[in-house]
């Protein structure tokens, strides 16, 4: 079941804030972000695990809500170099076999 | 430290044939996982390799196979090709699996015709 990401797509003008959020709607235990700049590969953003363990580099800030089955994450006074299509992954086992089911991406735009 | 290479970069094969991709992780990463992306599927998980044992699969028919080998390095296998293998394959490395950071390599864009 792909997480749900929302809102699909933003636009912002650079040093304004954004918040994209990824929910499921089975248990989570872990989330995962990444970033994919058009034409590149995915980079890592951040694991947040069930239990508040958090895994990632520090400028980027997220939350994990358990009861909520979501997960949020915060782009605080935004530069250019944050432009692209943001994925949160999350797990699912099925027949013994571990693996992660990426949401659909929210696409960041942001203006000079 | 050099990043996860793959290769080829871009490939053209037509329906019915087969195709192998490779990926060399980053050193000393063990594990190698692959994923497909289409702009109407998105992100979707092939499987994983971890000390030259797949370790974790998804939901792909079983035309898509790989294996890894004693240094790590991973190829994919896709037989008999179909137009909707039509996609971008992306390969990432991580030192211990996927519940870890996942470094991404640049991608094999494969067009079947």
């Known amino acids: 079941q792909q997480p749900v990401q929302s809102p699909q797509a933003v636009i912002l003008r650079e040093g304004e804030d954004a918040v994209i959020n990824c929910s499921s709607s089975?248990?989570?235990?872990?989330v995962h972000w990444y970033r994919q700049k058009h034409g590149e590969a995915p980079v890592f953003l951040m694991i947040l695990l069930k239990g508040g363990e958090q895994k990632g580099h520090e400028k980027i800030s997220a939350s994990f809500n358990e009861k909520k089955q979501q997960s949020s994450l915060y782009l605080t006074a935004s530069q250019l170099s944050y432009s692209g299509t943001y994925f949160c992954?999350?797990?699912?086992?099925?027949?013994?076999?571990?693996?992660?089911?990426w949401g659909a991406g929210t696409k960041l735009i942001i203006k000079p | 430290k050099a990043g996860v290479t793959q290769t080829p970069r871009y490939l053209i094969k037509t329906r019915g044939q087969q195709v192998t991709l490779s990926c060399s992780p980053i050193s000393g990463h063990r594990s190698v996982s692959w994923y497909q992306q289409t702009p109407g599927q998105g992100l979707q998980f092939l499987f994983e390799y971890f000390s030259e044992t797949q370790r974790n699969k998804g939901n792909f028919p079983g035309r898509f196979s790989g294996r890894q080998f004693s240094n790590s390095r991973s190829e994919m296998n896709v037989s008999t090709l179909e137009l909707g293998d039509s996609a971008l394959y992306l390969c990432a490395s991580s030192l211990a699996g996927l519940n870890n950071e996942q470094f991404f390599g640049p991608g094999t864009r494969l067009t079947v015709l």
């Open positions: 992954g999350t797990e699912a086992v099925l027949d013994s076999n571990y693996q992660l089911i």
């Open positions: 089975k248990a989570l235990y872990s």
